[in-house]
């Protein structure tokens, strides 16, 4: 599956999609979710563990009684690394694209 985002197309593999449902079972019900979050996220953060990792947010207000679908994204390999349900924003710095 290829997305369409800021940083240009980012893909979620075959294997990546495994991997996530493996880890986070319940986000199967919630992968139609993952263009509306890459292609107009409500908040990007930088994530504080690396600076090659976005972390896309998207609030559902009808996802398990609200929750942000938060999708962690390579941005150099610009691959989906997983995607799982919070209830809040993580704190890493706002991401603004640089030309």
């Known amino acids: 599956m ?7 197309r980012v893909d979620l593999t075959s294997g990546g999609k495994r991997h996530l449902i ?3 079972p319940i986000m199967e019900d919630y992968l139609d979710q993952l263009k ?3 292609e ?3 908040e990007i953060r930088l994530s ?3 600076n ?3 972390l896309f947010y998207r609030y559902f207000d009808k996802i398990e009684g609200g929750k942000y679908v938060a999708v ?3 941005k150099t ?3 989906v690394l997983t995607t799982y349900l919070t209830h809040r924003i993580k704190s890493g710095s706002e991401y603004e694209k640089t030309k």
């Open 72 to 74: 962690v994204v390579n």
């Open 2 to 8: 290829k997305f369409k985002t800021i940083i240009g």
């Open 40 to 42: 107009t996220p409500d």
């Open 77 to 79: 390999e610009r691959v």
């Open 36 to 38: 509306q979050v890459l």
């Open 48 to 50: 504080n563990r690396s």
């Open 22 to 24: 493996e880890r986070h």
């Open 52 to 54: 090659d990792v976005l």
